[in-house]
């Protein structure tokens, strides 16, 4: 929108009002990505904090050629995942696991009597199928877009996706 | 019979072109497109999530705080980088005035000091040799950060602003 960019000329030549009027304006929506994507309140809020900080820092490199919100959708994505990888290769030093990048923890089934929102279900996936699940089916992007984004091969982003939904299905049939 | 598989159910639900022959199976299977609507309202469910989920309290002081931390220490950083790049001119010209008794130099500057000696008094050239060792740290201090930065072009700027500097110090020496 006009008033975005207009704001994010302003924020990049420092003007702190401006910048507040930006957080204002997409912190909610920020914070709904981050949310589902990490699927842990405090950890969507420490990502949102990120997301804005880093948005700050690179106001500069906003070249107004996109939309100003599919810009910052795609840099908190950004931040989102790279903070996963770093977490993942460090819980790997630690725990000297063999699973390679993109194995991930088994879906585990739910009792009879346990009954779940979509947006609990959502949040009970594994970490890599909940990623693609968000990115695909509730953001937007595309198979290849994703597979970019994450760093693996489109098939892969079909598979988790299948699986996602299927194991959702199961989950909301209760 | 054998119907479609979870991917190929996912790829009709998305609208997505099937194979002929998968193709043929759905129009003629009830249960693969009982499966298919099935998938095709998860999405619907999922595509109707609300777009923007508030936080339960405002981050904005947080998030502002950061920022004005990273300034300071950003202005800290660019300070002492002025301190050192002051510090290096000073010794080159204590050590010009005062002779012999420099830092040995980097690898990277050996060829600069070759050229050097051809040109320039011994004094001279053993003052560069300091002072190029001291100007090739901080570049490296500066070019590592900026690695970490990179979107920062003031860290950019200051990096051309030194090698300007650098340049001009070799061709001063150069021509004493």
Known sequence: MHEDRELATRAARGDMVAFEALYRRHSSRVHAICLRLTADRHGAEEAVQDVFVRLWERLGSFRGESAFSSWLHRLAINTVLQTMRSTRRREARVMTSDDGELEDAPIRTLAVEERIDLEDAIARLPQQVRTVVVLHDIEGFTHEEIALMMSVPPGTIRSQLSRARKTLLQWLQR | ?176
């Open chain 2, 1 to 176: 019979m054998t119907h479609l598989t979870d991917e190929l159910l996912d790829t009709a639900a998305d609208g997505d072109a099937l194979a002929p022959t998968d193709a043929e199976h759905l129009r003629a299977c009830a249960e693969c497109q009982t499966n298919v609507e099935r998938l095709r309202a998860l999405r619907g469910r999922l595509a109707a999530l609300p777009q923007a989920l508030p936080t339960d309290g405002d981050l904005w002081p947080t998030v502002h705080g950061a920022i004005r931390a990273r300034r300071r220490r950003r202005l800290v950083f660019t300070s002492s980088f002025g301190l050192a790049l002051a510090a290096a001119l000073l010794i080159a010209v204590v050590r010009i005035g005062n002779g012999p008794g420099a830092v040995p130099p980097g690898t990277e500057t050996s060829a600069e000091l070759a050229e050097l000696k051809a040109l320039a008094p011994p004094v001279v050239v053993e003052a560069m040799a300091a002072n190029l060792t001291i100007y090739d740290a901080a570049l490296r201090e500066l070019e590592a950060f900026a690695a970490s930065e990179r979107e920062n072009a003031d860290v950019q700027q200051r990096i051309e602003e030194l090698r300007r500097k650098r340049a001009a110090l070799l061709r001063l020496a150069s021509n004493s």
